[in-house]
């Protein structure tokens, strides 16, 4: 028996659960709706957010011998947080930090551009102004 765990169980995770079981995996899901599709149908539940890795991580580290856990993943918006259960838990993962990297995308463009990567041109957006002076800069340069 080799068991996997999926961060998250709603109506787009019912499916990955299902395939998962039929080929044989013993399927853990976590979410905090008890109501959720993927709860009903996995055959272990752990009651909580995507964002507590430590109820998460320890659950998993109690768990992982027994239930033979090979691995975690997620179909959500939520890489980052897996990533830190999974170094937490020794399970095959990319570092948190590369997670955090790429998912930023400010962050990234910025790292990219620091190493004389090409990228596209782009406007950082934090507030109205900014937004209101990207969009001046635009019109004035398309004319």
């Given at each position: ?25 013993t399927v853990i899901v976590t979410d905090k709706n ?110």
């Amino acid at each position: 028996m080799k068991s996997i765990i999926m961060v998250g169980a709603g109506i787009q995770e019912k499916i990955a659960v299902e395939k998962l079981k039929a080929n044989g995996y013993t399927v853990i899901v976590t979410d905090k709706n008890l109501d959720a599709p993927g709860v009903k149908i996995a055959d272990f539940h752990i009651h909580a957010s995507y964002s507590d890795t430590k109820k998460i991580s320890s659950w998993v580290l109690r768990e992982k011998e027994k239930l033979n856990i090979k691995g975690i993943f997620t179909l959500i918006h939520a890489a980052y947080e897996v990533s830190v259960i999974a170094k937490t838990c020794n399970l095959p993962t990319l570092e948190p930090h590369i997670i955090l990297v790429s998912d930023e995308k400010i962050l990234h463009k910025k790292i990219l551009e620091k190493n004389g990567l090409p990228i596209a041109k782009y406007k950082e957006i934090k507030s109205i102004n900014d937004l209101e002076a990207g969009l001046k800069q635009f019109h004035n340069s398309a004319i």
